[in-house]
């Protein structure tokens, strides 16, 4: 926090030496670089199909391909719902210095904004996904990054953890979920940690089995609930009541398949601390620049608060200028403070409205909030411009509680992109280019159902929030049979 620019210069330093012998290095001889401009003239920025022909040898077990050494471990991403999965590698440089640093870091901040805490009196519950082995390697894996987080984890931290990994690792969801629900009712649990909407089920699942009417019924040594992966506003409300007591905690962090960036290290505040010293250099691109073929990037001393940019990362699990598709604003620069704001992938911008994930949980937390209703999960997409009528944006909300006037829902729903979006304002203006939202409701378990066909329950996948195309909705409303 003190010595930001520091921090970094030297880890890239330390990043470009010891990859310079592989053979990534190599090719963009590594031993020569001597300075930022250096670096960024010679390394174009990457995505994963510019990376996936060193990830496939690397699955196979060649070495000192991006990282020096053999990496055992590939993360499957669930950034996204896309058919085609994405392996990122994790070495155990990134598993030591990176992820469980993060973890450590976590409670150790959980612990100084709470020094009464008893959090290691009782045990931690974590929502892991699931490990499988690589055809023909006898020591390599990929799996969710909780699952390889959980088969990595030293003896202190498993001690500490329910349930047993046995039933945390096992492949299918749904029995996963019932074991787990049995196998924890009874333990001390203190903390929990998990994405959102998957961590709901379970804890219905065990006010259902034990009959009782809140968590802390079940647990009441619960302290704090760590979460990340999507918005929490949402879930917010729904969250408080299933715990039942306004003595649980809530601390966001901002962890992925590709590194752990972020812990909110203040309890009023929702923003986090970005973490400038778990082998992850950070590059920047501002907005206006993210679809040019050559994008210009920014380091850290250049950043301002409150402007959107997608974020770029060179790291000790061999990702070089990898851009890993996240948006983020800074709130603070002194320290770095962020918040996640959307993907680069997940808008709605089919008539220059620009609509982000930042806006649109925004504004379904504040129609939630005027109209008593409570989200289990939404998507929405574009209605593309015909010759007989303006465009508009479909919206398919599955409630956990109804709002009491859906028609007022949709109205305070609009009312809010107006005050948090201007383009959006703009385009709405006298109903010629965008029309007021369309909502349609869908049964309980509709995006459960789309998920489990797809063959994505559990772990850190998630229900894309936005989409500039409407594949996803029409999959959905097909499921939903609406219509």
């Known amino acids: 926090m003190k010595f930001p620019y520091d921090v970094q210069n030297e880890l890239l330093e330390e990043l470009i030496s010891a990859a310079n012998r592989t053979e990534w290095g190599k090719k963009y001889n590594y031993r020569s670089i001597r300075t930022l401009s250096d670096f960024k003239n010679r390394v174009p920025i990457q995505e994963y199909d510019d990376i996936k022909p060193y990830v496939d040898r690397m699955k ?52 100084n904004n709470h020094p009464n805490s008893k959090i290691f009196s009782g045990k931690g519950l974590m929502m892991g996904g699931s490990k499988n082995m690589i055809p023909g390697k006898t020591d390599g894996y990929t799996g969710d990054l909780s699952a390889i987080l959980i088969n990595n984890l030293p003896f202190w931290a498993d001690i500490l953890r329910t349930p047993e990994s046995s039933i945390s690792l096992m492949d299918n969801w749904e029995e996963k979920l019932d074991k787990m629900a049995l196998a924890t009712s009874n333990e ?99 907005m206006e620049e993210v679809n040019n073929d050559y994008p210009n990037s920014i380091s850290l001393s250049e950043v301002e608060v409150g402007k959107n940019y997608a974020i770029v990362i060179s790291t000790n699990a061999g990702l070089w200028r990898y851009k890993i598709g996240d948006v983020i604003k800074f709130t603070s620069i002194s320290p770095f403070r962020i918040m996640v704001t959307g993907r680069t992938k997940h808008f709605i911008n089919a008539f220059g409205e620009e609509i982000i994930i930042d806006n649109a949980d925004r504004a379904i937390t504040i129609a939630c909030e005027k109209t008593k209703a409570r989200i289990t999960e939404y998507t929405a997409a574009p209605i593309y411009l015909t ?51 369309i909502i349609k409701r869908v049964e309980k378990n509709t995006f459960y159902k789309w998920m489990k066909d797809r063959n994505r329950l559990g772990g850190q996948h998630k229900v894309p929030r936005l989409s500039n195309h409407r594949k996803y909705i029409e999959e959905i409303k097909e499921i939903a049979e609406i219509n």
């Open 188 to 286: 001390d649990v203190t903390n929990i940690a998990g994405v959102p909407s998957w961590m709901l089920k379970l804890l219905n699942k065990i006010l259902d089995n034990t009959g009782k009417k809140n968590i802390i019924d079940v647990w009441p040594n619960l302290e704090v609930y760590f979460h990340g992966a999507v918005n929490f506003e949402p879930y917010r409300s729904q969250y408080d009541e299933v715990f039942g007591s306004k003595k649980v905690n809530y601390l966001e962090l901002y962890n992925a398949s590709e590194g752990f960036f972020g812990i909110q290290d203040q309890s009023d505040e929702t923003e986090m601390l970005l973490m400038l010293d778990y082998g992850i250099y950070y590059e920047f691109i501002p």
């Open 60 to 111: 196979k077990g060649e070495r000192d391909l991006l990282w020096p050494g053999e990496t055992n471990w590939f993360a499957k991403s669930s950034g996204t719902t896309n058919d085609k999965s994405k392996y990122i590698p994790l070495t155990r440089d990134a598993l030591e210095e990176c992820h469980f640093k993060g973890g450590k870091d976590m409670l150790s901040i959980f612990c």
């Open 387 to 437: 010759n007989k009528s303006a465009g508009g944006h479909e919206w398919l909300i599955e409630f956990e509680q109804e709002p009491d006037c859906l028609e007022k829902f949709t109205t305070y729903l609009d009312e809010a992109l107006k005050s948090v979006n201007s383009d959006y304002e703009a385009k709405r203006s006298g109903d010629i280019t965008l029309l007021k939202p």
